[in-house]
């Protein structure tokens, strides 16, 4: 599955950093995008192993507001 989540706060890469090492350690995860200039991260996975909630989660977690 691939899903594209608007996450406000991230500004640098520093942001970037945390918000795709947060997602890529969950389970499922095949691949993270992180598009700073329009505030997007698309993400890729196996919905088997990760669910989409999980996802926002482990963003939520490193500070970032999820927006859906």
Do not use: F, P, R, W
């Amino acid at each position: 599955m691939q899903i594209t989540l608007a996450v406000h706060g991230m500004t640098c890469g520093h942001c970037e950093k945390a918000v795709k090492g947060a997602v890529e350690e969950l389970n499922g995860i095949q691949g993270v995008e992180v598009h700073l200039d329009t505030n997007k991260v698309d993400v890729t996975y196996d919905d088997v192993y990760v669910s989409k909630e999980q996802i926002e989660s482990a963003i939520e977690e490193q500070g970032y507001d999820v927006v859906s």
